[in-house]
């Protein structure tokens, strides 16, 4: 079940597709992931997440600079730092939409993960 978020530094979207793995995997004979195969794919949608929180992070910290030009050029009370100040709040509140945005993906891509593990724990066979 392939997942699809947005790419914040260019709109563009990213597929995160939980079934698809670049290197084989071990299936059990009932057809359910063996544990190897659940290992890979755990490790994988961890580095997915990890990827999306260090995203998170770098917007974050550029709103952090943003807030801080913005304040100097208030303190400075010059005509021309204050237009400025416009496109630079423009940009904190897209930068805002954004961490909304990457936030809400996560979340969804996160219970979907565990929805999916979950049914194939479901799955597997009881000996």
């Not at 974050?60 to 943003?66: G, K, P, V």
Request: hydrophobic content about 30%.
């Amino acid at each position: 079940m392939p997942m699809t978020t947005r790419d914040s530094s260019s709109g563009a979207e990213s597929s995160m597709d939980f079934n698809n793995h670049e290197t084989p995997t071990k299936r059990s004979v009932s057809g359910s992931p063996s544990v190897d195969e659940e290992e890979a794919e755990d490790a994988e949608v961890w580095d997915q997440f990890n990827r999306r929180f260090r995203e998170v992070q770098s917007v974050l910290d550029r709103n952090r600079a943003l807030i801080q030009q913005v304040n100097n050029n208030h303190r400075s009370r010059v005509a021309d730092n204050m237009v400025k100040n416009v496109g630079l709040i423009q940009e904190i509140n897209g930068n805002i939409s954004k961490v909304v945005s990457l936030y809400s993906d996560l979340s969804s891509n996160f219970s979907t993960f565990f929805h999916h593990r979950n049914d194939n724990a479901n799955a597997k066979p009881t000996n």
